[in-house]
């Protein structure tokens, strides 16, 4: 099975972000859900926002990267929002990864270096979602994807953000269920 690294979204390491690893453990797959803002949940986007303010984008970023710190070659990285900057980072510049599942955010791969050539991702994320649809995302990932061998972009219907997330009040069960099914097909491919 797979081991997976999984970054939390901008409201902290929430019992919906667990819930999302655990779908992925009860697969059998090993998941690392490592809390980026030292035991703070946040109950609204803004209110992660504030905080990710008063630390830095950088080190928020900085704390996902280092999360990767002894995990043995081969593993999955995967980042929901706020933690798909660090899992790009990591798919792009780390050796030890094996693919990348990118839950609502992307970020035009010029940011962090060039594509390893041949590394899987998954971009999942909502159509009408204010941050990933309206803010650019889809489409640097639908422009990313095509013609890219193991690149696939997954849009779902809906304008909710943070839909993955059982705990919060944008969860969508159905869209949720799917983004799982996806990421197990890519997880078993590279097991």
């Known amino acids: 099975m797979t081991t997976m690294l999984l970054l939390h979204h901008i409201q902290g390491l929430t019992p919906g972000v667990v819930d999302l690893a655990d ?19 946040f109950g609204s986007i803004d209110d992660g926002a504030a905080y990710v303010g008063s630390i830095g984008f950088s080190e928020v970023r900085a704390r996902g990267v ?7 070659e081969g593993f999955v990285v995967a980042g929901i929002s706020l933690g798909v900057m660090a899992a790009q980072q990591l798919a792009q510049n780390h050796p ?10 992307f970020a035009d791969p010029s940011n962090f270096g060039a594509w390893p050539e041949g590394l899987p991702v998954q971009v999942h994320g909502m159509a009408d979602d204010p941050f990933f649809g309206a803010e650019g995302d889809a489409d640097a990932a639908r422009g990313f994807v095509e013609g890219r061998s193991g690149a696939e972009l997954f849009v779902y219907p ?7 997330d059982s705990s919060l009040p944008a969860y969508d069960a159905d869209a949720t269920a799917l983004v799982v099914q996806r990421s197990l097909g890519m997880l078993e491919r590279l097991a």
């Open 158 to 164: 809906g304008e909710v953000h943070l839909f993955v």
């Open 96 to 105: 030890g990864v094996a693919g990348a599942l990118l839950y609502e955010a």
């Open 23 to 41: 779908r992925f453990r009860a697969a059998g797959h090993t998941v690392h859900t490592p809390d980026l803002f030292e035991g703070r949940t």
């Open 66 to 72: 280092a999360a990767a710190e002894g995990l043995d």
